[in-house]
């Protein structure tokens, strides 16, 4: 069973940064879809960004120009670098992995998530 750990979330006034990071147990990412989504209190889990295998990107409305993921596959390891930070980013982050039997086939996997709060 594939295992993801997340780490770098916490506590950050508005205008400030953290870097998330989400590392797998086992080396899938080479052919896996990686995503960050978040979840705040009394609110559906969304969806912030994405990253495809060939490193295609996407990104949530809100988030563009703020936030940048990225994918280093050796280390099976996906980020979220997140700049300027506002009170509504404030949500447990989860990332994602999309694990690609064929081509139209994937299994999902979750990490537990890691809190963020943007607080002054």
């Known amino acids: 069973q594939v295992q993801l750990v997340e780490s770098g979330g916490g506590l950050v006034q508005p205008g400030g940064s953290l870097r998330l990071s989400c590392a797998a147990s086992?080396?899938?990412?080479?052919?896996?879809?990686l995503g960050w989504y978040r979840q705040a209190p009394g609110n559906q889990r969304e969806l912030v960004a994405r990253?495809?295998?060939?490193?295609?990107?996407n990104y949530a409305d809100s988030v563009k120009g703020r936030f940048t993921i990225s994918r280093d596959n050796a280390k099976n390891t996906v980020y979220l670098q997140m700049n300027s930070l506002k009170p509504e980013d404030t949500a447990v982050y989860h990332c994602?992995?999309?694990?690609?039997?064929?081509?139209?086939?994937?299994?999902?996997?979750w990490g537990q998530g890691t809190q963020v709060t943007v607080t002054s």
């Open positions: 994602n992995v999309k694990r690609y039997r064929t081509l139209i086939s994937y299994v999902d996997y």
């Open positions: 990253i495809t295998i060939g490193g295609t990107t």
């Open positions: 086992d080396s899938i990412f080479s052919t896996s879809a």
